[in-house]
């Protein structure tokens, strides 16, 4: 079961019949303490909310139809932080109230569709609702980057990887090139939980080994709410391949 849901939540939006899912808004950024609200809409029977912090196990946080007398909930999820609304038999809401950095997470609204086959029930995801909190309190991003390898520089090619370590799930990566933007080459992973509860991403920026050779300026840009991290590379403050 649990694997036939981390499929369909991989897929992001999963149509079935005639139901559609749909979550507003994708984004929500709160500082610690607020607020956040996910709308969810064709929750026929009532939603069922789930939580994804990237790299960990998916949890059942509640059920809600407007017709029980109160929502169901996961285990380590209760009111008053989490409740629910409904504006219509369609149309509901999932409130998390005084945010904590660990309530960072993908939150994913589903429902039932038994419109396919008589007797057949499939459940439906939206896209997901991405739950970034901040805090004037959380540290900056810790950033390692490493230059090209020997190796791979004898092959003609160059890649520098890019390591933060941070407190919570999310973070915007950027790369600068001489002080510019870069656009392209770059590939970022998305966040991986380590034994101690923080969270590490990878981002690669693939370059030509012209420019390594040049000596330009590569730099690893890691933004976290208020807080931004940076750390700059080139060949002449390595070690000699």
């Keep these: 079961m649990l694997g036939t849901l981390c ?8 149509v079935s019949g005639a139901v559609v899912v749909i979550q507003d808004p994708p984004v929500v950024t709160v500082r610690k ?8 809409n064709s929750a026929i029977d009532g939603p069922r909310w789930y939580k994804q912090v990237p790299g960990g196990v998916t949890q059942f946080v509640m059920n809600y139809f407007h017709a029980f ?19 219509s038999e369609t149309d509901y809401s999932l409130i998390i109230t005084n945010v904590e950095e660990e309530d960072s997470a993908v939150y994913y609204c589903a429902t039932w569709d ?3 086959k008589e007797h057949v029930h499939t459940v439906v995801f939206g896209q997901g609702t991405k739950v970034i909190v901040t805090s004037s309190s959380l540290p900056p991003p810790v950033l390692t980057v490493f230059p090209p390898s020997s190796a791979e520089l004898q092959a003609n090619k160059a890649t520098l990887v890019c390591l933060s370590s941070q407190s ?12 510019s933007p870069v656009s392209g ?10 034994p101690d509860q923080t969270f590490q991403i990878s981002s690669c920026l693939s370059i030509q080994t012209s420019d390594w ?17 940076e750390e700059n590379i080139n060949k002449s403050k390595c070690p000699t391949e």
């Design 213 to 229: 050779s040049k000596d330009t300026v590569y730099t690893c840009k890691v933004s976290l709410g208020s807080q931004t991290s």
């Design 69 to 87: 007398s109160a929502p169901q909930y996961g285990s380590g999820f209760s009111s008053p932080k989490f409740t629910a609304t409904y504006k």
């Design 33 to 40: 303490g607020e607020t956040a609200t996910i709308d969810c």
């Design 168 to 179: 919570v799930p999310f973070a915007d990566v950027t790369w600068l090139s001489g002080g």
């Design 7 to 14: 499929t369909l939540i991989t897929a992001l939006t999963c």
């Design 114 to 116: 038994d419109s396919a």
């Design 185 to 194: 080459g770059i590939s970022t992973s998305t966040a991986v939980q380590q």
